[in-house]
């Protein structure tokens, strides 16, 4: 099955920076990629994803890249913010309807 | 615009128990899966329903079931549970027939503590 790892687990940045955070996948017939944001006690919140047919995708600060061909994407926050810090989460799925198979997830803090 | 509810939002059983928890999708969603989160792991899914069947399954035992309602609201149960048990229970709604299917929704997850 498919199988998703995220590194860093966990990154600290100075406010104002840029946070980079990567995952890897193993199934080439993967053709979505979420990220999901959660904060303390709650839920993970869709933040940004990304499809196979597209290589990059930008909303606001967040954007996404995808390399198909290395199996692997990433998550870019530029200009980070106090209320960044949460656990970011990547996640891979096969077809439309399918189960998402999630990284181990990363633990974002900024420091003012 | 109700999202995803999830209740109880915590809970606490014994060793050998059951539970049962409960999931009320996003208006307009019609499928509704559920994941473990262990704590400091990333959501690990269980199973997915949609029509009132069980459609996918993930690597759990069969002390793991579940039910989905004609409103599309969902329940999952647990029997004989064990301390391992102990999780962040997450709901997630979709539906099959949006412009971009098969976007997930989370609601906030019900806390079961296994003693």
């Known amino acids: 099955g498919e199988n998703v790892e995220q590194h860093p687990s966990t990154l600290s940045v100075q406010e104002g920076d840029s946070a980079v955070i990567k995952c890897t996948y193993s199934?080439?017939?993967?053709?979505?990629f979420p990220w999901y944001k959660q904060e303390l006690g709650k839920g993970p919140q869709l933040i940004i994803d990304?499809?196979?047919?597209?290589g990059e995708k930008k909303d606001q600060r967040i954007a996404v890249t995808l390399n198909k061909t290395a199996k692997h994407f990433s998550l870019h926050i530029t200009e980070t913010q106090p209320e960044d810090s949460a656990v970011y989460f990547c996640?891979?799925?096969?077809?439309?309807?399918?189960?998402?198979?999630f990284g181990g997830g990363t633990r974002v803090l900024v420091k003012p | 615009d109700a999202g995803v509810t999830q209740s109880p939002t915590h809970l606490i059983k014994t060793r050998g128990q059951q539970v049962t928890l409960r999931c009320s999708p996003k208006s307009g969603h019609d499928t509704v899966s559920w994941y473990q989160q262990a704590l400091g792991q990333g959501p690990q899914f269980i199973f997915q329903?949609?029509?009132?069947?069980?459609?996918q399954r993930g690597n759990f035992p069969d002390r793991f079931s579940g039910h989905q309602f004609p409103n599309y609201s969902s329940e999952l149960n647990v029997n004989a549970l064990l301390l391992g048990d102990s999780a962040l229970y997450l709901c997630?709604?979709?539906?099959?027939?949006?412009?971009?299917?098969?976007?997930?929704?989370f609601g906030e997850g019900s806390r079961l503590t296994v003693l």
């Open positions: 996640a891979a799925r096969i077809a439309a309807g399918n189960k998402l198979t």
């Open positions: 997630a709604s979709t539906s099959r027939s949006a412009v971009y299917p098969g976007e997930l929704f």
């Open positions: 990304i499809r196979s047919n597209v």
């Open positions: 329903y949609y029509e009132e069947e069980e459609r």
């Open positions: 199934d080439s017939a993967s053709n979505y």
